[in-house]
């Protein structure tokens, strides 16, 4: 029988937004301080995409592009492209279709996938099934968000949590080895509705009404996702060293999703992991929902080493979570 493939990140790429939105900042807004942001969530600052006429896919086609010019391959080379967002320029079409076209992937099919905080893992297995049937060569994943255009700053509970922002990674077949090796993803229907953005779908189209009471902003209940978060983070990063009888000696990042740091702790200590195994830049970019690990990922790519043991982690609305077991391949 046929060795499966591997598929390998053989690139990564990001875009942010120049424009700072800082706890200060906040503090004239809303009824809030640094400290009590710093101390709860580990946020200093995040990036906010102020253009109008600029959104996720504009965030998606950069991150891309980057991922091309490293790569140093054509557009036309990519074979499918998969973003993952929860915020997309238009319900349809897809924002994956609108990078496609700006990029100039004439060859390559794109679809968008919605898991909310997991998409990234989620859109980065997907991709990766491509990549291990031999149906596609060349696949590239995207984690875009523009989470300002969904956050009410008027509600101080979730608009010092969450940014904007996007990376991009190059799904290609490993010649070595290194590679997605195993993941687990799960997903629990969240009914009680505890993150969710209650407006602007089939269920409460827009209405004079739904705009009024502002129900086109996402919403929590704060206390009960986090608690869900910590566990289910904490239990499928442990889960899936277990799978791969892996220790923590065995690795050697754990690539957290960036929604609180006390939650990114609770995995790193249940996974018996030193600080300086784990990837945190939460402080820089608070939560940029899908993009948050490719830009873990962007930013400690200069200390990796092709090999090396990485541990994907997430936690999102759905609910939804998982993580990856890869070794890096670039």
């Not at 010019?69 to 499918?80: H, K, L, P, T």
């Not at 509705?193 to 827009?206: F, I, K, M, V």
């Not at 799978?243 to 923590?248: G, H, I, Q, R, S």
């Not at 820089?284 to 994907?312: F, H, M, Q, R, V």
Request: aromatic share 8%.
């Amino acid at each position: 029988m046929a060795e499966v493939k591997r598929a390998a990140i053989t690139e990564v790429g990001h875009y942010l937004p120049e424009d700072k939105l800082t706890n200060h900042d906040l503090e004239q807004m809303v009824d809030t301080n640094d400290e009590w942001i710093q101390t709860r969530t580990g946020i200093k600052e995040r990036r906010i995409l102020k253009d109008d006429d600029k959104a996720t896919a504009f965030m998606g086609a950069e991150a891309a592009k980057e991922v091309l010019d490293e790569r140093g391959i054509s557009a036309d080379e990519i074979d499918v492209i998969i973003c993952a967002t929860v915020t997309p320029d238009y319900l349809f079409p897809a924002t994956a279709c609108l990078i496609q076209s700006e990029i100039g992937a004439t060859n390559a099919y794109a679809f968008d996938l919605s898991a909310a905080c997991s998409g990234f893992l989620f859109a980065l297995s997907t991709g990766g099934s491509f990549i291990e049937s031999g149906r596609a060569e060349k696949v590239l994943v995207i984690g875009a968000d523009k989470m300002s255009s969904i956050v009410d700053y008027t509600d101080r509970s979730t608009c010092i949590l969450f940014g904007d922002g996007a990376g991009a990674v190059l799904l290609e077949a490993s010649e070595d080895g290194n590679g997605i090796v195993d993941y687990i993803n799960h997903s629990e229907g969240d009914t009680g509705l505890a993150l969710y953005q209650p407006a602007g779908g089939s269920l409460n189209p827009a209405t004079e009404e739904t705009v009024a009471d502002r129900l086109h902003y996402a919403k929590q209940d704060g206390r009960t996702v986090f608690k869900k978060a910590t566990v289910g983070m904490a239990d499928v990063s442990t889960e899936i060293l277990k799978k791969n009888n892996l220790t923590a000696d065995d690795v050697d990042y754990l690539v957290p999703h960036q929604a609180n740091r006390r939650i990114i702790d609770a995995t790193a200590n249940r996974m018996n992991l030193d600080s300086e195994k784990v990837m945190v830049n939460i402080d820089k970019y608070g939560n940029t929902t899908a993009a948050t690990i490719p830009l873990c990922l962007y930013d400690w790519k200069s200390k990796l080493e092709k090999g090396d043991n990485l541990i994907l982690a997430a936690f999102g609305g759905g609910y939804t979570w998982g993580a990856i077991y890869l070794k890096w391949g670039m």
